[in-house]
């Protein structure tokens, strides 16, 4: 089937307003380039698609920008991206969000330091703790009965988890969690920044937060001292792009600089660093009307979708003002009685893959860049897909919260330290030694240092045997889990003391 040209795309960005984007075009149209990449955009002897795939792969070092940076092409875009999300200190990274969060991570506090993390952050905050030595006091996160999604952290969680480690140093919330809700969060900084804390939010799933009416603001705008931005999710990066902003009342702008250069590739793809560019531009110039037409384009979709018997959608109105995210669309097929992942099945032998699917839920992104005439045409395919799949009696959806563990070593020490594969039975009770997540969202249901529970390994089997992607388990059977070598937990847990 082939894609309907976006028929709702005004004039996009120009080249005016993307500097780096002129940078880009002056780049690919240069030749004989003696810099890498070694490909010299001269791939294309060996086959017209080869070379459409490496032609556009200008770097940044010697592309861009000279390799000794002379026009400063990249820090005045960045300057441009800080202005307008209010930030004092912005970076564009090619790392994706997994990169942001663990710069920002590195960039919090010390080796052995307390954090006092939301139960729900994805996989890369989790290894950012790993390499920073960071060690989580976890938050539990709530849920709405009705839809069975996570609701954020309450405010009266964090006021107890303050009160009772007066030591943490910051906060890292997932805002908004993958269902599109975020916690109250100016409740939440302005909690955490009585006593000092510095308060991280892991926004890749809302780039797109903070310049159109009736989406939720973005962190920095409510006071956070840094966000991350999967910029290649809801805008318009490249895949992998990503940014990060902070302010700096709490955190240092050398400690970021070093945070982030850690992690962060020497060669950086000027092509996803355009992108960057280019999604800020959007959201200067033509985003916000885009965004406008997105949220009425989706709230039809919800409407339609609504009016199929069981079929349940949350809405921006069934939370409070600003906490839901509009563009988000949560099918919950549950009530209809049907599974999730046939719908899924059905849905991209129409054509139509989808983000994410599970047996009660199923997940379509929606960006600005759809035209409406396409949703609709999903939206079709959709009903369709669930009027065909084979139904069951109708039931209510399983909310699936990975609630904190007994942490009984900190991640990085229980990621170095000597450990086995036993049989999942055999694994309950034992510390645990790997990360394991159902992806998307990629939210840890294992974290390693962290005591495995019963109830944890019969739903990650179930989620598997129903059709749910588990990733990341060093056994992708589940038949066994890694786990620290018996005793080893204990000595190490006393040696911490
Ligand atoms: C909440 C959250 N944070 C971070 C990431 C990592 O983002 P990226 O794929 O840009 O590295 C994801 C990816 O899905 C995510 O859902």
């Known amino acids: 089937m082939t894609q309907a040209e976006p028929d709702n795309v005004p004039s996009g960005p120009t080249l005016a307003d993307s500097p780096l984007l002129a940078a880009w075009v002056a780049a690919r149209d240069r030749h004989s380039p003696f ?12 086959g017209a698609d ?4 490496l032609d556009g792969d200008v770097p940044l070092y010697g592309g861009l920008d000279t390799v000794k940076q002379e026009a400063g092409r990249l820090a005045a875009a960045e300057a441009a991206a800080a202005h307008l999300w209010g930030a004092d200190w912005l970076r564009f990274s ?10 920002v991570a590195l960039a919090v506090g010390r080796p052995g330091d307390k954090v006092l993390v939301a139960r729900n952050a994805h996989r890369s905050t989790l290894l950012g703790l790993v390499f920073a030595g960071l060690r989580p006091i976890w938050l539990p996160v709530g849920a709405d009965p009705t839809f069975g999604i996570n609701t954020g952290i309450s405010p009266a969680t964090l ?19 993958y269902s599109g809700v975020t916690s109250d969060l100016p409740a939440l900084i302005d909690l955490a920044h009585g006593p000092g804390l510095a308060v991280i939010v892991d926004q890749a799933w809302g780039a797109h937060f903070g310049f159109a009416d009736g989406y939720p603001q973005h962190a920095i705008a409510l006071g956070a001292d840094a966000m991350v931005l999967s910029v290649h999710k809801t805008l318009i990066g490249y895949s992998q792009a990503c940014l990060v902003a902070a302010r700096l009342d709490r955190l240092a702008a050398d400690r970021l600089d070093r945070a982030f250069e850690a992690g962060h590739t020497t060669s950086p793809a000027g092509t996803i660093l355009v992108s960057i560019d280019a999604s800020r531009a959007l959201l200067a110039g033509p985003g916000p009307s885009l965004m406008a037409e997105l949220r ?18 949350p809405d921006p109105d069934d939370f409070p003002p600003g906490r839901f995210d509009p563009a988000k669309l949560i099918v ?18 129409h054509g139509y893959p989808v983000e994410m699917a599970d047996r009660d839920t199923v997940v379509p992104i929606v960006t600005m860049l759809d035209p409406a005439a396409e949703v609709d045409r999903l939206v079709e395919a959709l009903v369709q897909a669930i009027r065909n799949a084979p139904a069951a009696g109708s039931r209510s959806v399983t909310t699936h919260q990975w609630s904190p563990g007994r942490q009984i070593v900190d991640p990085r020490t229980a990621f170095f330290a000597e450990q086995t594969a036993v049989a999942w039975r055999e694994a309950v009770g034992r510390v645990c030694a ?9 939210v840890p249901a294992l974290v390693p240092g962290e005591l495995i529970e019963a109830d944890t390994l019969h739903t990650l089997r179930t989620l598997a045997a129903q059709g749910t992607r588990v990733a990341y388990a ?4 589940l038949n066994t889990f890694r786990v620290l070598l018996d005793g080893h937990a204990d000595t190490l847990a006393h040696h911490r003391r």
């Open 474 to 477: 060093a056994d992708p059977s």
């Open 159 to 177: 006021r107890e988890a303050i009160a009772d480690h007066p030591d943490a140093v910051a906060v890292l919330l997932t805002e908004p969690s």
């Open 296 to 313: 009425e384009v989706v709230t039809s979709a919800r409407a339609v979708l609504r009016s199929v018997p069981g079929v349940t959608v």
């Open 94 to 103: 090619v790392g994706g969000s997994t990169h942001g969060n663990q710069a």
């Open 332 to 349: 919950q097929v549950a009530g209809a009685g049907v599974d999730g992942i046939d719908v899924e099945r059905d849905l991209a032998a």
């Open 35 to 46: 810099t890498i990449p070694g490909h010299k955009r001269r791939a294309g002897a060996w």
């Open 50 to 53: 080869l070379g459409a795939l």
């Open 434 to 442: 790997e990360v394991v997540a159902p992806y998307p969202p990629g």
